[in-house]
């Protein structure tokens, strides 16, 4: 069965430090998103990315944050001078969205950010 | 905006309980909803799903209704076993874009 990878699993980084975290999506899906979730608190969306562009974001995603699709296979998401508040699970997702909002999202088993 | 708001965890049962996890949502539109489950050390699976008021997902012997007039979603299993020991999250899809609302996730221990 296909899935959505996510790599690394654990990413130990400096405060003002940039991070990237890599993701491949399943592969014939076209709608990708970031989730967050903070130790002990609910998974949080980030963004989503459909047709090489941004197509929706959170207030969490600021300027620090960037999403690319590099090539027809990964999809990154960047921060650009961690914080210590950056530290959290981050989870890739993706769907092929024939309906909508009710199309399922498959999610990778997530990157552990630890900033110091 | 819109949310969701589940039962607080650990849920701690022995093995062939009743299994119930409350979640409650506040939409402004026809959300689907979800409920996803993480084992320790993976991601986020979709358990089940519901697209439209009254409708029931059901998978692995998991079951959830859609309930407009209550705006709920209770996650329930008749016989729980230990490999269901996971964490449980319910979350809504409102928006075209497919942006997900989760819950804040309910840990469920079941002990031989």
């Known amino acids: 069965e296909p899935e959505v990878t996510q790599t690394p699993s654990h990413q130990v980084t400096q405060m003002g430090q940039e991070v990237i975290l890599r993701c491949v999506p399943i592969s014939n899906h076209l709608y990708f998103y970031w989730y967050r979730q903070i130790l002990g608190q609910k998974v949080e969306f980030l963004v989503s990315?459909?047709?090489?562009?941004?197509?929706?974001k959170s207030e969490i995603f600021d300027d620090q944050f960037s999403v690319e699709r590099p090539d027809g296979s990964n999809f990154t998401l960047k921060i650009r001078s961690t914080k210590l508040e950056d530290s959290a699970m981050y989870f890739c997702a993706s769907s092929d969205m024939v309906s909508g909002n009710t199309d399922t999202q498959y999610f990778g088993p997530g990157t552990r950010l630890t900033v110091l | 905006g819109d949310s969701v708001t589940q039962m607080e965890g650990p849920v701690t049962l022995s093995e062939e309980a009743f299994l119930t996890i409350n979640c409650t949502y506040t939409?402004?539109?026809?959300?689907?909803l979800f409920w996803y489950v993480q084992y320790p050390g993976e991601g986020l699976q979709l358990l089940l799903k519901?697209?439209?008021?009254?409708d029931k997902g059901s998978n692995k012997g998991f079951e959830a209704t859609y309930r407009k007039e209550t705006t709920s979603f209770h996650l329930e299993k008749g016989s729980v076993q230990v490999s269901d020991s996971a964490v449980y999250f319910c979350a809504l899809g409102a928006d075209s874009w497919g942006k997900l609302q989760f819950g804040a996730g309910t840990q469920v221990v079941v002990t031989p």
């Open positions: 990315f459909y047709n090489n562009e941004i197509s929706e």
């Open positions: 939409a402004t539109g026809y959300p689907s």
């Open positions: 519901a697209t439209k008021a009254d």
